[in-house]
């Protein structure tokens, strides 16, 4: 009887610890379903025009950086002096994604009046839309994307010099040697 526990208890070990890991938060070891895709279609207004409405035509063309904020994420504002940095090397397009969820349009403005502004321009999404169809699992995330708009790598959670230099710098020159 006791040998017939055995596997029931090693299986609820390993179901305790991939809930651990979902709860705790740790997505870096969950796949990124968009690689190699482009880009899907969307429309969404730009956070400091609701009149101007944004398209998956507007990130391609250039080497872009998505970086995916918002106003309720703490982890957000510590990455901000570094997604800044990155933005003024030039080395890519710097674009902002403001996941607001309840927050407002205007809470995302303040924020980024707050803290700086590196993006180019920033898709402003309150619920769904570009944030579900890219697999967003939480902010911040950053995504390189090709100049055809191609999803390349996705970095989750606290952009980091030494993530900006390991991970996107290379594959940015890989993408500039095509």
């Not at 872009?64 to 890519?92: D, K, M, S, Y």
């Amino acid at each position: 009887m006791k040998k017939a526990l055995i596997p029931v208890i090693i299986f609820g070990l390993m179901i305790a610890g991939l809930a651990w890991a979902l709860l705790k938060g740790d997505t870096k070891t969950l796949s990124f379903a968009m690689e190699g895709k482009i880009i899907p279609d969307f429309e969404h207004s730009e956070l400091y025009d609701d009149n101007r409405i944004l398209t998956a035509q507007h990130v391609k063309g250039e080497i872009t950086l998505i970086n995916v904020f918002g106003t309720w994420c703490p982890p957000c504002a510590v990455e901000h002096p570094e997604i800044t940095r990155i933005a003024q090397t030039g080395q890519a397009r710097v674009v902002g994604l403001a996941w607001q969820r309840s927050y407002s349009r205007e809470e995302a403005q303040r924020w980024l009046g707050r803290l700086g502004d590196p993006y180019d321009f920033v898709i402003f999404v309150n619920h769904g839309g570009l944030v579900s169809k890219m697999g967003v699992v939480k902010a911040p995330e950053t995504y390189l994307l090709d100049q055809d708009g191609r999803f390349v790598f996705r970095h989750d959670g606290i952009m980091t010099a030494e993530a900006w230099e390991t991970e996107f710098r290379p594959r940015i020159a890989a993408l500039e040697a095509k």
